[in-house]
Protein backbone atom coordinates (compact mmCIF):
# COMPACT_ATOMS: atom_id res chain seq x y z
CA UNK A 1 0.00 0.00 0.00
CA UNK A 2 3.29 2.02 0.07
CA UNK A 3 2.66 2.97 -3.09
CA UNK A 4 -0.69 4.96 -2.78
CA UNK A 5 -0.02 8.78 -1.60
CA UNK A 6 -2.52 10.87 -0.08
CA UNK A 7 -4.67 13.00 -2.64
CA UNK A 8 -3.35 16.50 -3.19
CA UNK A 9 -6.86 17.94 -2.49
CA UNK A 10 -8.76 15.70 0.13
CA UNK A 11 -11.98 14.72 -0.89
CA UNK A 12 -14.69 16.30 0.79
CA UNK A 13 -16.79 13.94 3.15
CA UNK A 14 -18.56 13.81 5.87
CA UNK A 15 -15.91 14.71 8.45
CA UNK A 16 -14.38 17.60 6.46
CA UNK A 17 -17.47 19.12 5.48
CA UNK A 18 -17.70 21.90 8.07
CA UNK A 19 -15.79 21.90 11.28
CA UNK A 20 -18.18 24.00 13.63
CA UNK A 21 -19.33 22.40 17.01
CA UNK A 22 -22.71 23.63 15.77
CA UNK A 23 -22.36 21.48 12.95
CA UNK A 24 -21.93 18.50 15.26
CA UNK A 25 -24.25 19.46 17.72
CA UNK A 26 -27.11 20.11 15.22
CA UNK A 27 -25.84 17.07 12.52
CA UNK A 28 -28.94 14.51 11.80
CA UNK A 29 -25.72 12.49 9.84
CA UNK A 30 -26.26 9.26 11.09
CA UNK A 31 -22.78 8.56 10.67
CA UNK A 32 -21.92 11.91 13.05
CA UNK A 33 -24.42 10.81 15.41
CA UNK A 34 -22.53 7.76 15.17
CA UNK A 35 -18.98 9.51 16.28
CA UNK A 36 -20.97 11.40 19.01
CA UNK A 37 -21.93 7.99 20.52
CA UNK A 38 -18.98 6.36 20.51
CA UNK A 39 -17.32 9.44 22.38
CA UNK A 40 -19.89 9.15 25.29
CA UNK A 41 -19.97 5.69 25.47
CA UNK A 42 -16.26 5.73 25.68
CA UNK A 43 -16.30 8.19 28.43
CA UNK A 44 -18.87 6.00 30.30
CA UNK A 45 -16.74 3.13 29.73
CA UNK A 46 -14.14 4.46 31.28
CA UNK A 47 -16.49 5.40 34.69
CA UNK A 48 -17.65 1.78 34.90
CA UNK A 49 -14.09 0.89 34.87
CA UNK A 50 -13.06 2.93 37.42
CA UNK A 51 -15.99 1.27 39.37
CA UNK A 52 -14.59 -1.73 38.09
CA UNK A 53 -11.01 -0.90 39.23
CA UNK A 54 -12.11 -0.16 42.54
CA UNK A 55 -14.19 -3.23 43.08
CA UNK A 56 -10.82 -5.08 42.22
CA UNK A 57 -8.59 -3.19 44.27
CA UNK A 58 -10.57 -4.23 47.06
CA UNK A 59 -10.75 -7.76 46.48
CA UNK A 60 -6.92 -8.27 46.65
CA UNK A 61 -7.43 -8.94 50.36
CA UNK A 62 -9.91 -10.97 52.34
CA UNK A 63 -10.40 -7.94 55.06
CA UNK A 64 -12.88 -5.14 54.17
CA UNK A 65 -10.04 -2.71 54.06
CA UNK A 66 -10.10 -0.40 51.12
CA UNK A 67 -13.45 0.78 51.41
CA UNK A 68 -16.50 0.89 53.98
CA UNK A 69 -19.11 -1.90 53.21
CA UNK A 70 -21.53 0.59 51.92
CA UNK A 71 -19.29 2.35 49.56
CA UNK A 72 -18.30 -1.09 47.77
CA UNK A 73 -22.11 -1.61 47.64
CA UNK A 74 -22.17 1.80 45.52
CA UNK A 75 -19.00 1.05 43.51
CA UNK A 76 -20.51 -2.30 42.49
CA UNK A 77 -24.08 -1.02 41.50
CA UNK A 78 -22.64 2.15 39.35
CA UNK A 79 -20.52 -0.46 37.62
CA UNK A 80 -23.41 -2.57 36.64
CA UNK A 81 -25.70 0.54 35.56
CA UNK A 82 -22.77 2.85 33.67
CA UNK A 83 -21.68 -0.69 32.30
CA UNK A 84 -25.20 -2.13 31.43
CA UNK A 85 -27.45 1.26 30.21
CA UNK A 86 -24.71 3.66 28.94
CA UNK A 87 -21.79 1.22 27.67
CA UNK A 88 -23.31 -2.05 26.50
CA UNK A 89 -26.70 -1.86 25.45
CA UNK A 90 -25.91 1.91 23.22
CA UNK A 91 -22.36 0.43 22.09
CA UNK A 92 -22.31 -1.39 18.94
CA UNK A 93 -25.79 -0.53 17.82
CA UNK A 94 -25.59 3.71 18.53
CA UNK A 95 -22.16 3.11 17.26
CA UNK A 96 -21.24 0.83 14.59
CA UNK A 97 -25.10 0.17 13.72
CA UNK A 98 -25.83 3.89 12.87
CA UNK A 99 -22.54 4.39 10.79
CA UNK A 100 -23.54 1.07 8.96
CA UNK A 101 -26.96 0.39 8.60
CA UNK A 102 -27.69 2.63 5.99
CA UNK A 103 -24.47 2.29 4.45
CA UNK A 104 -25.12 -1.31 4.06
CA UNK A 105 -28.16 -1.23 2.66
CA UNK A 106 -27.11 1.14 0.11
CA UNK A 107 -29.07 4.15 2.19
CA UNK A 108 -28.28 8.02 2.32
CA UNK A 109 -29.25 8.64 5.90
CA UNK A 110 -31.87 6.75 8.77
CA UNK A 111 -35.46 6.65 8.15
CA UNK A 112 -35.81 9.45 10.73
CA UNK A 113 -32.54 11.34 11.36
CA UNK A 114 -33.72 13.67 13.37
CA UNK A 115 -34.95 11.27 15.79
CA UNK A 116 -31.69 9.99 15.29
CA UNK A 117 -30.30 12.86 16.80
CA UNK A 118 -32.65 13.21 19.68
CA UNK A 119 -31.77 9.81 20.78
CA UNK A 120 -28.23 11.34 21.44
CA UNK A 121 -29.93 13.87 22.97
CA UNK A 122 -32.02 11.84 25.09
CA UNK A 123 -28.55 9.50 26.20
CA UNK A 124 -26.38 12.34 27.23
CA UNK A 125 -29.54 13.45 29.39
CA UNK A 126 -30.00 10.10 30.86
CA UNK A 127 -26.08 9.86 31.27
CA UNK A 128 -25.65 13.42 32.63
CA UNK A 129 -28.41 12.35 35.49
CA UNK A 130 -26.56 9.02 36.13
CA UNK A 131 -23.16 11.17 36.33
CA UNK A 132 -25.58 13.57 39.16
CA UNK A 133 -26.15 10.36 40.92
CA UNK A 134 -22.57 9.30 41.02
CA UNK A 135 -21.07 12.54 42.44
CA UNK A 136 -23.87 13.14 44.91
CA UNK A 137 -23.35 9.98 46.79
CA UNK A 138 -24.37 6.99 44.75
CA UNK A 139 -26.83 4.52 44.56
CA UNK A 140 -26.31 0.93 46.46
CA UNK A 141 -29.25 -1.36 45.06
CA UNK A 142 -26.74 -3.21 42.69
CA UNK A 143 -27.75 -2.56 39.04
CA UNK A 144 -30.93 -4.57 39.88
CA UNK A 145 -33.10 -2.29 41.87
CA UNK A 146 -34.47 -5.59 43.77
CA UNK A 147 -37.56 -4.13 45.91
CA UNK A 148 -38.11 -4.09 48.58
CA UNK A 149 -34.54 -3.04 49.15
CA UNK A 150 -34.98 -0.11 46.71
CA UNK A 151 -38.49 0.68 46.92
CA UNK A 152 -38.47 1.15 50.80
CA UNK A 153 -34.76 0.32 52.75
CA UNK A 154 -32.32 2.28 50.55
CA UNK A 155 -31.09 5.68 51.54
CA UNK A 156 -29.33 6.77 48.37
CA UNK A 157 -30.13 8.31 45.08
CA UNK A 158 -32.59 5.51 43.70
CA UNK A 159 -35.20 7.49 42.32
CA UNK A 160 -32.70 9.80 40.56
CA UNK A 161 -30.78 6.80 38.98
CA UNK A 162 -34.07 4.91 37.44
CA UNK A 163 -35.18 8.16 36.35
CA UNK A 164 -31.72 8.55 34.39
CA UNK A 165 -32.03 4.80 33.20
CA UNK A 166 -35.46 5.66 31.85
CA UNK A 167 -34.37 8.58 30.08
CA UNK A 168 -31.76 6.47 28.44
CA UNK A 169 -34.43 3.89 27.77
CA UNK A 170 -35.93 6.29 25.29
CA UNK A 171 -32.53 6.62 22.87
CA UNK A 172 -32.36 3.31 22.85
CA UNK A 173 -36.13 2.67 21.92
CA UNK A 174 -35.18 5.56 19.07
CA UNK A 175 -32.38 4.09 17.56
CA UNK A 176 -34.65 0.33 17.21
CA UNK A 177 -37.48 1.77 15.62
CA UNK A 178 -35.51 3.69 13.34
CA UNK A 179 -33.56 0.40 12.31
CA UNK A 180 -36.93 -1.41 12.03
CA UNK A 181 -38.12 1.27 9.33
CA UNK A 182 -34.97 1.81 7.75
CA UNK A 183 -34.36 -1.84 6.81
CA UNK A 184 -37.85 -1.97 5.66
CA UNK A 185 -38.56 0.93 3.74
CA UNK A 186 -34.72 1.92 2.63
CA UNK A 187 -32.81 -1.00 1.03
CA UNK A 188 -31.34 0.06 -2.70
CA UNK A 189 -32.54 -1.54 -5.63
CA UNK A 190 -31.49 -5.37 -5.71
CA UNK A 191 -31.12 -5.22 -1.75
CA UNK A 192 -33.39 -7.84 -1.30
CA UNK A 193 -33.49 -9.26 2.34
CA UNK A 194 -31.48 -12.63 1.34
CA UNK A 195 -29.03 -9.82 0.48
CA UNK A 196 -28.46 -8.26 3.48
CA UNK A 197 -25.38 -8.35 5.45
CA UNK A 198 -26.01 -10.75 8.24
CA UNK A 199 -24.99 -7.57 10.25
CA UNK A 200 -28.24 -5.75 9.04
CA UNK A 201 -30.04 -9.19 10.04
CA UNK A 202 -28.73 -8.91 13.60
CA UNK A 203 -29.68 -5.74 14.28
CA UNK A 204 -32.93 -6.43 12.75
CA UNK A 205 -33.03 -8.49 15.33
CA UNK A 206 -31.77 -6.26 18.02
CA UNK A 207 -34.26 -3.73 17.02
CA UNK A 208 -37.04 -5.95 18.00
CA UNK A 209 -35.86 -6.78 21.52
CA UNK A 210 -34.95 -2.92 21.89
CA UNK A 211 -38.14 -1.52 21.07
CA UNK A 212 -40.52 -4.40 22.35
CA UNK A 213 -38.39 -4.86 26.03
CA UNK A 214 -37.25 -1.19 27.10
CA UNK A 215 -41.11 0.18 27.59
CA UNK A 216 -41.70 -2.57 30.06
CA UNK A 217 -38.00 -1.68 32.47
CA UNK A 218 -39.19 1.36 32.02
CA UNK A 219 -42.31 1.13 33.88
CA UNK A 220 -41.05 -1.81 35.97
CA UNK A 221 -38.51 1.16 37.41
CA UNK A 222 -40.99 3.61 37.62
CA UNK A 223 -43.27 1.86 39.62
CA UNK A 224 -40.23 1.54 42.05
CA UNK A 225 -39.89 5.36 42.13
CA UNK A 226 -43.86 5.67 42.76
CA UNK A 227 -43.97 3.09 45.43
CA UNK A 228 -41.09 4.82 47.06
CA UNK A 229 -42.02 8.37 46.58
CA UNK A 230 -46.15 7.79 47.18
CA UNK A 231 -46.16 4.42 48.85
CA UNK A 232 -48.31 2.70 45.99
CA UNK A 233 -48.80 -0.46 46.55
CA UNK A 234 -47.13 -2.89 43.93
CA UNK A 235 -44.49 -4.57 45.49
CA UNK A 236 -44.81 -4.48 48.82
CA UNK A 237 -47.14 -7.13 50.52
CA UNK A 238 -48.20 -4.70 53.17
CA UNK A 239 -49.84 -2.79 50.68
CA UNK A 240 -51.16 -5.65 48.81
CA UNK A 241 -47.72 -5.72 46.39
CA UNK A 242 -45.85 -8.77 45.31
CA UNK A 243 -42.23 -8.33 45.58
CA UNK A 244 -41.61 -10.95 42.78
CA UNK A 245 -43.54 -8.82 40.64
CA UNK A 246 -40.85 -6.67 40.43
CA UNK A 247 -38.13 -9.42 39.54
CA UNK A 248 -41.15 -10.77 36.63
CA UNK A 249 -41.06 -7.27 34.77
CA UNK A 250 -37.12 -6.16 35.62
CA UNK A 251 -35.75 -9.44 34.08
CA UNK A 252 -38.62 -9.61 31.27
CA UNK A 253 -36.51 -6.82 29.32
CA UNK A 254 -33.05 -7.57 31.36
CA UNK A 255 -33.09 -10.93 30.54
CA UNK A 256 -32.94 -9.66 26.36
CA UNK A 257 -31.07 -6.87 27.01
CA UNK A 258 -28.17 -9.40 27.56
CA UNK A 259 -29.42 -10.30 22.82
CA UNK A 260 -29.09 -6.83 23.17
CA UNK A 261 -25.87 -6.93 23.71
CA UNK A 262 -24.58 -9.85 22.17
CA UNK A 263 -26.80 -10.29 18.73
CA UNK A 264 -24.89 -6.80 17.55
CA UNK A 265 -21.58 -8.74 17.90
CA UNK A 266 -22.63 -11.62 16.49
CA UNK A 267 -23.47 -9.16 13.67
CA UNK A 268 -19.47 -8.01 14.00
CA UNK A 269 -18.28 -11.01 14.08
CA UNK A 270 -20.13 -12.80 11.09
CA UNK A 271 -18.74 -10.07 8.36
CA UNK A 272 -15.42 -10.20 10.27
CA UNK A 273 -15.11 -14.14 9.94
CA UNK A 274 -16.17 -13.95 6.25
CA UNK A 275 -14.36 -10.94 5.07
CA UNK A 276 -11.01 -12.33 7.10
CA UNK A 277 -11.82 -16.22 5.56
CA UNK A 278 -12.70 -15.02 1.97
CA UNK A 279 -16.19 -17.25 2.03
CA UNK A 280 -19.42 -16.54 1.99
CA UNK A 281 -20.94 -17.20 5.49
CA UNK A 282 -21.46 -20.94 5.63
CA UNK A 283 -25.27 -21.46 5.97
CA UNK A 284 -26.34 -17.80 5.25
CA UNK A 285 -29.87 -18.47 6.02
CA UNK A 286 -29.82 -20.26 9.08
CA UNK A 287 -27.30 -17.55 10.58
CA UNK A 288 -29.88 -14.89 9.69
CA UNK A 289 -33.15 -16.68 11.20
CA UNK A 290 -30.73 -17.91 14.37
CA UNK A 291 -30.35 -13.68 15.22
CA UNK A 292 -34.43 -13.97 14.76
CA UNK A 293 -34.68 -16.71 16.80
CA UNK A 294 -32.75 -15.70 19.61
CA UNK A 295 -34.64 -12.35 19.82
CA UNK A 296 -37.89 -14.11 20.31
CA UNK A 297 -36.19 -17.09 22.64
CA UNK A 298 -34.86 -14.72 24.53
CA UNK A 299 -37.91 -13.25 25.86
CA UNK A 300 -39.20 -16.80 27.06
CA UNK A 301 -36.34 -17.75 29.74
CA UNK A 302 -36.34 -14.50 31.79
CA UNK A 303 -37.30 -16.34 35.53
CA UNK A 304 -34.36 -18.25 35.27
CA UNK A 305 -32.99 -15.30 37.41
CA UNK A 306 -35.30 -16.33 40.02
CA UNK A 307 -35.32 -20.15 40.75
CA UNK A 308 -34.23 -19.65 44.55
CA UNK A 309 -35.93 -16.00 44.68
CA UNK A 310 -39.61 -18.41 45.55
CA UNK A 311 -41.21 -18.47 42.65
CA UNK A 312 -43.61 -22.26 41.71
CA UNK A 313 -41.72 -25.20 41.24
CA UNK A 314 -43.52 -25.74 37.68
CA UNK A 315 -42.69 -22.14 36.82
CA UNK A 316 -39.35 -23.16 37.44
CA UNK A 317 -39.26 -26.13 35.30
CA UNK A 318 -40.84 -23.82 32.70
CA UNK A 319 -38.30 -21.38 32.02
CA UNK A 320 -35.48 -24.22 32.70
CA UNK A 321 -36.45 -25.80 29.45
CA UNK A 322 -37.12 -22.58 27.62
CA UNK A 323 -33.77 -21.41 28.94
CA UNK A 324 -32.02 -24.62 27.37
CA UNK A 325 -33.86 -23.48 23.84
CA UNK A 326 -31.77 -20.03 23.33
CA UNK A 327 -28.38 -22.50 22.96
CA UNK A 328 -30.18 -24.12 20.17
CA UNK A 329 -29.61 -20.53 17.73
CA UNK A 330 -26.59 -19.16 19.47
CA UNK A 331 -24.54 -22.75 18.93
CA UNK A 332 -25.81 -22.98 15.22
CA UNK A 333 -24.45 -19.10 15.02
CA UNK A 334 -20.97 -20.79 16.95
CA UNK A 335 -20.97 -23.76 14.27
CA UNK A 336 -21.66 -21.90 11.16
CA UNK A 337 -18.66 -19.27 11.86
CA UNK A 338 -16.31 -22.23 12.39
CA UNK A 339 -17.60 -23.78 8.89
CA UNK A 340 -17.06 -20.48 7.43
CA UNK A 341 -13.33 -20.49 8.55
CA UNK A 342 -13.05 -24.36 7.33
CA UNK A 343 -11.01 -24.40 4.00
CA UNK A 344 -11.26 -20.78 3.80
CA UNK A 345 -7.99 -18.46 3.30
CA UNK A 346 -7.95 -17.15 6.98
CA UNK A 347 -5.64 -14.15 7.66
CA UNK A 348 -5.23 -13.20 10.99
CA UNK A 349 -5.70 -9.41 11.38
CA UNK A 350 -6.35 -7.77 14.23
CA UNK A 351 -10.88 -7.63 14.05
CA UNK A 352 -10.03 -11.54 13.03
CA UNK A 353 -8.45 -12.05 16.15
CA UNK A 354 -11.16 -10.32 18.04
CA UNK A 355 -13.94 -12.31 16.28
CA UNK A 356 -11.90 -15.85 17.15
CA UNK A 357 -11.68 -14.48 20.47
CA UNK A 358 -15.30 -13.97 20.63
CA UNK A 359 -16.05 -17.33 19.33
CA UNK A 360 -14.18 -19.08 22.03
CA UNK A 361 -15.26 -16.86 25.04
CA UNK A 362 -19.15 -16.61 24.05
CA UNK A 363 -19.07 -20.29 23.87
CA UNK A 364 -17.33 -20.68 27.59
CA UNK A 365 -19.87 -18.19 28.29
CA UNK A 366 -22.62 -19.88 26.52
CA UNK A 367 -21.80 -23.16 28.06
CA UNK A 368 -21.85 -21.97 31.38
CA UNK A 369 -24.89 -20.79 31.21
CA UNK A 370 -26.60 -24.02 30.10
CA UNK A 371 -25.18 -24.90 34.00
CA UNK A 372 -27.06 -21.69 35.30
CA UNK A 373 -30.38 -22.90 33.66
CA UNK A 374 -30.02 -26.50 35.40
CA UNK A 375 -31.90 -25.79 38.41
CA UNK A 376 -30.18 -28.05 40.32
CA UNK A 377 -26.85 -26.36 40.06
CA UNK A 378 -28.22 -23.05 40.25
CA UNK A 379 -29.28 -23.71 43.83
CA UNK A 380 -25.70 -23.99 44.42
CA UNK A 381 -23.91 -21.55 42.87
CA UNK A 382 -26.84 -18.78 42.48
CA UNK A 383 -25.20 -15.22 43.50
CA UNK A 384 -22.17 -16.49 43.83
CA UNK A 385 -18.94 -15.52 41.23
CA UNK A 386 -20.09 -18.26 39.55
CA UNK A 387 -22.65 -16.22 37.86
CA UNK A 388 -20.45 -12.93 37.78
CA UNK A 389 -17.84 -15.23 35.38
CA UNK A 390 -20.24 -16.54 33.24
CA UNK A 391 -21.95 -13.25 32.36
CA UNK A 392 -18.27 -11.44 32.33
CA UNK A 393 -17.78 -14.00 29.81
CA UNK A 394 -20.76 -13.23 27.53
CA UNK A 395 -20.83 -9.21 27.88
CA UNK A 396 -17.09 -8.95 28.33
CA UNK A 397 -15.78 -12.10 26.68
CA UNK A 398 -18.27 -11.53 23.47
CA UNK A 399 -19.70 -7.96 23.60
CA UNK A 400 -16.84 -6.35 24.18
CA UNK A 401 -14.68 -8.68 21.94
CA UNK A 402 -17.02 -7.52 19.09
CA UNK A 403 -17.58 -4.06 19.52
CA UNK A 404 -13.51 -4.09 19.38
CA UNK A 405 -13.69 -6.48 16.29
CA UNK A 406 -15.63 -3.77 15.16
CA UNK A 407 -14.08 -0.80 15.62
CA UNK A 408 -10.71 -2.15 14.61
CA UNK A 409 -12.68 -3.23 11.16
CA UNK A 410 -14.18 -0.82 10.29
CA UNK A 411 -12.11 1.95 11.44
CA UNK A 412 -10.31 2.50 7.88
CA UNK A 413 -14.33 3.34 6.87
CA UNK A 414 -14.75 5.42 10.03
CA UNK A 415 -11.72 7.66 10.01
CA UNK A 416 -9.87 7.05 6.83
CA UNK A 417 -6.89 5.74 8.78
CA UNK A 418 -5.65 2.54 9.45
CA UNK A 419 -4.60 1.66 12.65
CA UNK A 420 -1.10 0.14 13.64
CA UNK A 421 -0.96 -3.54 12.93
CA UNK A 422 1.49 -4.68 14.74
CA UNK A 423 0.07 -2.73 17.75
CA UNK A 424 -3.72 -4.05 17.50
CA UNK A 425 -2.86 -7.58 17.26
CA UNK A 426 -0.41 -6.90 20.97
CA UNK A 427 -4.03 -5.04 22.29
CA UNK A 428 -5.84 -7.97 21.15
CA UNK A 429 -3.49 -10.62 22.87
CA UNK A 430 -3.17 -8.93 25.62
CA UNK A 431 -6.99 -8.23 26.15
CA UNK A 432 -7.26 -12.09 25.79
CA UNK A 433 -4.91 -12.76 28.16
CA UNK A 434 -6.48 -10.40 30.49
CA UNK A 435 -9.64 -11.09 30.25
CA UNK A 436 -9.00 -14.92 30.99
CA UNK A 437 -6.94 -14.43 33.97
CA UNK A 438 -9.14 -11.85 35.41
CA UNK A 439 -12.96 -13.99 35.27
CA UNK A 440 -11.54 -17.64 34.92
CA UNK A 441 -10.92 -17.50 38.30
CA UNK A 442 -14.47 -16.49 39.54
CA UNK A 443 -15.67 -19.72 37.71
CA UNK A 444 -13.41 -21.66 40.38
CA UNK A 445 -14.48 -18.87 43.07
CA UNK A 446 -18.25 -19.42 42.88
CA UNK A 447 -18.26 -23.41 42.59
CA UNK A 448 -16.15 -23.12 46.17
CA UNK A 449 -18.89 -20.61 47.23
CA UNK A 450 -17.78 -16.82 47.36
CA UNK A 451 -20.79 -14.98 46.90
CA UNK A 452 -20.96 -11.72 45.05
CA UNK A 453 -21.71 -8.67 46.68
CA UNK A 454 -19.69 -9.00 49.28
CA UNK A 455 -16.23 -6.48 50.14
CA UNK A 456 -15.20 -8.82 52.45
CA UNK A 457 -14.03 -12.77 52.09
CA UNK A 458 -12.86 -15.76 53.88
CA UNK A 459 -8.59 -16.13 53.70
CA UNK A 460 -8.64 -19.20 51.71
CA UNK A 461 -10.25 -17.71 48.53
CA UNK A 462 -7.40 -15.17 48.08
CA UNK A 463 -4.79 -16.64 45.81
CA UNK A 464 -7.50 -16.87 43.42
CA UNK A 465 -8.88 -13.44 43.96
CA UNK A 466 -5.26 -12.14 43.40
CA UNK A 467 -5.41 -14.16 40.32
CA UNK A 468 -8.54 -12.09 39.06
CA UNK A 469 -7.07 -8.82 40.43
CA UNK A 470 -3.78 -9.67 38.03
CA UNK A 471 -5.63 -10.15 35.39
CA UNK A 472 -7.91 -7.19 35.56
CA UNK A 473 -4.52 -4.79 35.89
CA UNK A 474 -3.25 -6.59 32.62
CA UNK A 475 -7.12 -6.09 30.72
CA UNK A 476 -7.19 -2.39 32.15
CA UNK A 477 -3.83 -2.07 29.96
CA UNK A 478 -5.66 -3.99 27.15
CA UNK A 479 -8.47 -1.19 27.11
CA UNK A 480 -6.00 1.80 27.21
CA UNK A 481 -3.77 1.25 24.62
CA UNK A 482 -6.37 0.74 21.22
CA UNK A 483 -7.54 4.33 22.78
CA UNK A 484 -4.00 5.85 22.09
CA UNK A 485 -3.16 3.84 19.29
CA UNK A 486 -6.50 4.68 17.08
CA UNK A 487 -6.33 8.36 18.36
CA UNK A 488 -2.70 8.04 17.47
CA UNK A 489 -3.88 6.71 13.60
CA UNK A 490 -6.07 9.97 13.44
CA UNK A 491 -2.85 11.90 12.42
CA UNK A 492 -0.16 9.66 11.85
CA UNK A 493 -2.07 6.59 10.47
CA UNK A 494 -1.73 5.63 6.59
CA UNK A 495 -4.16 7.11 4.53
CA UNK A 496 -7.23 4.44 4.34
CA UNK A 497 -8.20 2.81 0.73
CA UNK A 498 -11.92 2.45 -0.19
CA UNK A 499 -11.49 -1.22 0.66
CA UNK A 500 -8.44 -2.09 2.56
CA UNK A 501 -9.72 -5.74 3.72
CA UNK A 502 -11.76 -6.27 0.29
CA UNK A 503 -14.64 -6.79 2.08
CA UNK A 504 -17.80 -7.20 -0.43
CA UNK A 505 -20.51 -4.77 1.35
CA UNK A 506 -21.28 -1.66 -0.14
CA UNK A 507 -20.07 0.49 2.50
CA UNK A 508 -16.62 -0.64 1.21
CA UNK A 509 -17.97 0.48 -2.39
CA UNK A 510 -18.06 4.24 -1.69
CA UNK A 511 -14.93 6.17 -0.73
CA UNK A 512 -13.28 6.20 2.73
CA UNK A 513 -13.92 8.35 4.66
CA UNK A 514 -17.75 8.49 2.71
CA UNK A 515 -19.41 11.77 1.83
CA UNK A 516 -21.75 13.13 3.69
CA UNK A 517 -24.83 11.49 1.37
CA UNK A 518 -22.62 7.71 1.56
CA UNK A 519 -22.64 7.28 -2.08
CA UNK A 520 -22.38 9.70 -5.02
CA UNK A 521 -25.04 8.13 -6.64
CA UNK A 522 -27.80 5.44 -5.63
CA UNK A 523 -26.04 1.53 -5.83
CA UNK A 524 -27.81 -1.16 -7.58
CA UNK A 525 -26.70 -4.50 -5.70
CA UNK A 526 -26.92 -7.03 -8.38
CA UNK A 527 -24.96 -9.81 -6.08
CA UNK A 528 -25.66 -11.84 -3.53
CA UNK A 529 -24.40 -11.39 0.02
CA UNK A 530 -20.58 -12.10 0.76
CA UNK A 531 -20.19 -12.85 -3.11
CA UNK A 532 -16.11 -12.59 -3.28
CA UNK A 533 -16.63 -12.52 -6.93
CA UNK A 534 -18.09 -9.26 -6.89
CA UNK A 535 -14.90 -7.04 -5.75
CA UNK A 536 -12.01 -7.33 -7.77
CA UNK A 537 -9.52 -5.58 -5.40
CA UNK A 538 -6.56 -7.68 -3.53
CA UNK A 539 -6.40 -7.10 -0.06
CA UNK A 540 -3.48 -4.58 0.79
CA UNK A 541 -3.66 -4.40 4.25
CA UNK A 542 -3.77 -8.07 5.79
CA UNK B 1 -49.73 7.21 0.52
CA UNK B 2 -52.40 10.16 1.41
CA UNK B 3 -53.27 10.56 5.01
CA UNK B 4 -56.94 9.73 5.64
CA UNK B 5 -58.56 12.39 7.35
CA UNK B 6 -60.77 11.85 10.09
CA UNK B 7 -63.74 14.33 10.78
CA UNK B 8 -63.60 15.98 14.34
CA UNK B 9 -67.08 14.54 15.13
CA UNK B 10 -65.18 11.11 15.28
CA UNK B 11 -62.99 12.27 17.75
CA UNK B 12 -65.37 13.82 20.12
CA UNK B 13 -67.66 10.67 19.89
CA UNK B 14 -64.44 8.45 20.76
CA UNK B 15 -63.50 10.88 23.77
CA UNK B 16 -67.09 11.16 24.77
CA UNK B 17 -67.09 6.94 25.12
CA UNK B 18 -63.42 6.94 26.60
CA UNK B 19 -64.86 9.33 29.22
CA UNK B 20 -68.55 7.38 29.61
CA UNK B 21 -65.91 4.33 29.74
CA UNK B 22 -63.82 5.81 32.81
CA UNK B 23 -67.07 6.68 34.71
CA UNK B 24 -68.27 3.49 34.59
CA UNK B 25 -64.81 1.93 35.99
CA UNK B 26 -65.13 4.31 38.79
CA UNK B 27 -68.60 3.92 39.48
CA UNK B 28 -68.01 -0.31 39.52
CA UNK B 29 -64.99 0.07 41.79
CA UNK B 30 -67.64 1.03 44.38
CA UNK B 31 -69.60 -2.19 43.83
CA UNK B 32 -68.59 -5.35 45.14
CA UNK B 33 -68.52 -8.01 42.47
CA UNK B 34 -66.16 -10.37 44.34
CA UNK B 35 -63.96 -11.98 41.85
CA UNK B 36 -65.40 -10.48 38.67
CA UNK B 37 -63.98 -7.28 39.65
CA UNK B 38 -60.82 -7.61 38.07
CA UNK B 39 -62.44 -9.16 34.85
CA UNK B 40 -65.05 -5.99 34.71
CA UNK B 41 -62.25 -3.80 35.17
CA UNK B 42 -59.73 -5.30 32.75
CA UNK B 43 -62.17 -6.00 30.40
CA UNK B 44 -63.02 -2.04 30.02
CA UNK B 45 -59.43 -1.21 30.28
CA UNK B 46 -58.89 -3.09 27.27
CA UNK B 47 -62.01 -1.49 25.07
CA UNK B 48 -60.46 2.05 26.28
CA UNK B 49 -57.11 0.83 24.68
CA UNK B 50 -58.80 -0.62 21.92
CA UNK B 51 -61.27 2.91 20.97
CA UNK B 52 -57.56 4.44 21.46
CA UNK B 53 -55.32 2.09 19.04
CA UNK B 54 -58.11 2.16 16.48
CA UNK B 55 -59.27 5.92 16.97
CA UNK B 56 -56.57 8.17 17.73
CA UNK B 57 -53.60 6.23 17.05
CA UNK B 58 -55.36 5.84 13.28
CA UNK B 59 -54.79 2.42 12.86
CA UNK B 60 -58.28 1.43 12.01
CA UNK B 61 -57.70 4.13 8.65
CA UNK B 62 -54.07 1.49 7.85
CA UNK B 63 -54.23 -0.45 5.14
CA UNK B 64 -50.46 -1.48 5.27
CA UNK B 65 -50.29 -4.79 6.59
CA UNK B 66 -47.01 -3.99 8.10
CA UNK B 67 -48.60 -1.36 10.45
CA UNK B 68 -51.12 -4.88 11.51
CA UNK B 69 -48.46 -6.48 12.36
CA UNK B 70 -46.52 -4.23 14.84
CA UNK B 71 -49.72 -3.73 16.73
CA UNK B 72 -50.36 -7.71 16.14
CA UNK B 73 -46.94 -7.64 17.63
CA UNK B 74 -46.46 -5.50 20.45
CA UNK B 75 -50.22 -7.42 21.76
CA UNK B 76 -48.54 -10.90 21.38
CA UNK B 77 -45.12 -9.74 23.38
CA UNK B 78 -47.50 -8.22 26.20
CA UNK B 79 -49.15 -12.61 26.07
CA UNK B 80 -46.01 -13.45 26.65
CA UNK B 81 -45.22 -11.25 29.39
CA UNK B 82 -48.47 -11.98 31.28
CA UNK B 83 -48.79 -15.67 30.00
CA UNK B 84 -45.50 -16.81 31.21
CA UNK B 85 -45.94 -14.80 34.46
CA UNK B 86 -49.17 -16.22 35.29
CA UNK B 87 -47.07 -19.63 35.00
CA UNK B 88 -45.62 -18.72 38.46
CA UNK B 89 -48.20 -16.89 39.84
CA UNK B 90 -50.98 -19.26 39.00
CA UNK B 91 -48.97 -22.69 40.03
CA UNK B 92 -47.85 -21.54 43.41
CA UNK B 93 -50.46 -23.49 44.72
CA UNK B 94 -50.27 -26.59 43.22
CA UNK B 95 -46.71 -27.90 43.09
CA UNK B 96 -45.70 -25.58 46.16
CA UNK B 97 -42.13 -23.12 46.17
CA UNK B 98 -38.84 -24.31 45.42
CA UNK B 99 -37.09 -24.81 48.46
CA UNK B 100 -40.31 -25.06 50.68
Known amino acids: ?542 | MAEHVVSRKTYIVVWIALMALMVLTAGLSRIDLGEWSTVVAMAIAVIKALLVILFFMHVRYEDQKITWVVVIAGFFWLGILLALSMTDYLSRGYLGVAGH
Do not use: C
Open chain 1, 1 to 542: MATIAAPAVERENYLNTDFRVRSWLLTTDHKRIGILYLLSITAMFFVGGFAATMIRLELLTPAGDLMSSDTYNKMFTIHGIVMVFFFLIPSIPATLGNFLVPMMIGARDLAFPKINLASWYMYITGAGLMMYVVLTGGVDTGWTFYVPFSSTYSNTHVIAAVVAIFIAGFSSIFTGFNFIVTIHRMRAPGMTWSRLPLFIWSHYATSVIMVLGTPVVAIALTLVALERAFHMGIFDPRLGGDPLLFQHLFWFYSHPAVYIMILPSMAVVSEVVSTFSRKRVFGYAAVALASIAIAVLGFLVWAHHMFVAGISAYAALVFSLLSYFVAVPSAIKVFNWMATMYKGSVSLATPMLYAMGFIGLFTMGGMTGLYLAALGIDVHVHDTYFVIAHFHYIMVGGAVMGYLAGIHFWWPKISGRMYPEAWGKIAAATIFIGFNLTFFPQFVLGYLGMPRRYHAYPPEFQVLNVMSTAGASILAVGYVLPLIYLLWSLRYGEVAPDNPWAATGLEWRTPSPPPTENFPETPVVTWEAYDYSSVAEVPVAR
